[in-house]
Every structure is written in C-alpha cells, then in structure tokens.
C-alpha cells in the first residue's frame, strides 16, 4: 500500500505554521510600514555608518511588503540564511482536500505547495497526498477500463494489493499503488513478488516514482523466472496510456486474452 512515511525528511509538528490571513487594514499598514522601513533604509546606506542598521531597515521593509502581497501573518524570520515563513490555512487546505474530488484535491494540494513549501515537509500533507493519489489511480482505472471492476481492498485480508481489477470473464489481477517521495526500491519489488505468488494472480505496481536500478533488475529477474508482476510509473493523465497498456499486456501474460484495445 502507499507508504507516506518514506522520506528522511522531517515533518513539521502538527500546528506549525497556522494562521489566520490578514485583514485588508492590516495589508494596508504591512505595506504602508513596508515602505516607509525600506526607504529609510536605502536612505540610510549613503547617510550613516552604521550599515548593519540599514541593512536591518531594508530586511524589515521587505518583510512587511512581503506580507502585504501574500495577506499572511509573519510566523518566524530567521538571520542568517533569511528564513521566512508565513503563517498559512495549511490544515484547512488539507481537510477540505480529504473531502474533494480527487482532481480537486489534486489541484488543491499543489497549490499548497506551491504557496507553502514546507508543508510537503507535513506528515499530515505526505499522508493526504498518498491517499489523494489512490484515489485519482482508482478513478483512471475505471475510466480507462468502464466494463471491468476495479474494487478496493482496504477492509480485506492485509495480504491483498490496494485494488483488485476484476474483467467481465472474472479474471483478476492486483494492482499496488506507491505514493512516495524517492525512487521505488528492491524491497517494494519484493512485497509485489509476494503478493504475486500468495495470490496465483498477476500483480501491477503503480507508483508515482520510477524504479531504482536495482528495482528494475529485480523485476526483470522475477518476470523471466515466470512471476506474473509489472511496473507501470503513474504521476498523471500523460501517462495513462501507459497504465492501460500495463493493465492489458498482465492480463494477455496471464492467458486471459483481454480484448480492450
């Protein structure tokens, strides 16, 4: 199953940069402060001595303009390497996300991270998008193959992939999905080769990251040794042709003379 947890990196804690957006009178003073720091600043530089003073006055007058053109609050400046951070509605991005349509959620999640860097850093964010991921997977699965079954496995035996594609002759095959944050490892190979063999049915593993090499070498070895198990790499609708071509060619491999072209 998607494993959100696969990354070195640490999340941040669960109230870490929250907030509430400014008030347009609040904008208003942020840019008017902005201004005035930033231009006693310039002027400063060539009236006194004291330049890490004027330097100070800049720094300041950029943050305030900084938080006139995003609306947010000023959450922590850093001196040395200048961090900023601003206070966002990450949480409530990330709730609304749960409830969304999948694409929704999609759009709304990259727009996250995009407004907001670090909360790809959030444990709550790497979870949400695993489980947006699945769902969007499942979603093309059933547009792409509308006469076949595409059933979740969440509530059956652990021992099953995270799909069952099911055609119309009831022949089946697994599907596993892996949203993660670095290459797919030989390991992961290891779990579809299990779930593979315990099933006596083929095995599809969608990720949104491409194999490392010994991965595909491990792959390469199981399938000549006859195991029925596949890789596909899914990150959106540009490669869903590869993923039904992935589908088909599993299911010609195990003999079931799929017929959707």
Same mark, same amino acid.
């Given at each position: 199953?998607?494993?959100?947890?696969?990354?070195?990196?640490?999340?941040?804690?669960?109230? +870490?940069?929250?907030?509430?957006?400014?008030?347009?009178?609040?904008?208003?003073?942020?840019?008017?402060?902005?201004?005035?720091?930033?231009?006693?600043?310039?002027?400063?530089?060539?009236?006194?001595?004291? #330049?890490?003073?004027?330097?100070?006055?800049?720094?300041?007058?950029?943050?305030?303009?900084?938080?006139?053109?995003?609306?947010?609050?000023?959450?922590?400046?850093?001196?040395?390497?200048?961090?900023? &951070?601003?206070?966002?509605?990450?949480?409530?991005?990330?709730?609304?996300? +749960?409830?969304?349509?999948?694409?929704?959620?999609?759009?709304?999640?990259?727009?996250?991270?995009?407004?907001?860097?670090?909360?790809?850093?959030?444990?709550?964010?790497?979870?949400?998008?695993?489980?947006?991921? +699945?769902?969007?997977?499942?979603?093309?699965?059933? &547009?792409?193959?509308?006469?076949?079954?595409?059933?979740?496995?969440?509530?059956? $035996?652990?021992?099953?992939?995270?799909?069952?594609?099911?055609?119309?002759?009831?022949?089946?095959?697994?599907?596993?999905?892996? $949203?993660?944050?670095?290459?797919? $490892?030989?390991?992961?190979?290891?779990?579809?080769?299990?779930?593979?063999?315990?099933?006596?049915?083929?095995?599809?593993?969608?990720?949104?990251?491409?194999?490392?090499?010994?991965?595909?070498?491990?792959?390469?070895?199981?399938?000549?040794?006859?195991?029925?198990?596949?890789?596909? #790499?899914?990150?959106? +609708?540009?490669?869903?042709?590869?993923?039904?071509?992935?589908?088909? $060619?599993?299911?010609?491999?195990?003999?079931?003379?799929?017929?959707?072209?």
């Amino acid at each position: 199953m998607s494993d959100p947890t696969q990354s070195t990196e640490e999340p941040t804690g669960a109230n +870490e940069g929250e907030g509430d957006p400014l008030s347009g009178w609040a904008r208003f003073a942020a840019g008017a402060a902005g201004l005035a720091l930033s231009g006693a600043g310039s002027v400063a530089v060539f009236v006194t001595d004291n #330049q890490a003073g004027s330097v100070a006055l800049v720094l300041g007058g950029i943050v305030f303009l900084l938080m006139l053109i995003s609306g947010n609050p000023l959450l922590s400046l850093g001196h040395g390497e200048t961090q900023m &951070r601003f206070a966002t509605r990450r949480r409530r991005v990330i709730r609304e996300a +749960e409830e969304a349509s999948p694409h929704e959620a999609r759009s709304a999640l990259e727009t996250l991270s995009a407004i907001d860097p670090r909360a790809s850093q959030d444990i709550e964010f790497i979870r949400t998008s695993a489980v947006v991921y +699945e769902r969007l997977v499942q979603a093309e699965l059933m &547009r792409l193959f509308p006469e076949f079954s595409v059933a979740n496995n969440a509530n059956n $035996s652990p021992s099953l992939a995270d799909f069952t594609i099911l055609t119309p002759d009831r022949h089946a095959i697994f599907v596993e999905l892996k $949203s993660l944050r670095s290459p797919v $490892s030989a390991n992961v190979i290891k779990q579809v080769m299990g779930v593979a063999a315990a099933s006596l049915s083929g095995c599809l593993l969608v990720s949104n990251q491409r194999l490392t090499q010994s991965a595909n070498t491990l792959l390469h070895m199981a399938q000549r040794g006859g195991t029925a198990a596949s890789f596909v #790499q899914w990150r959106d +609708e540009v490669d869903s042709d590869a993923l039904k071509g992935a589908v088909l $060619s599993l299911l010609r491999e195990m003999g079931h003379g799929a017929s959707n072209g």
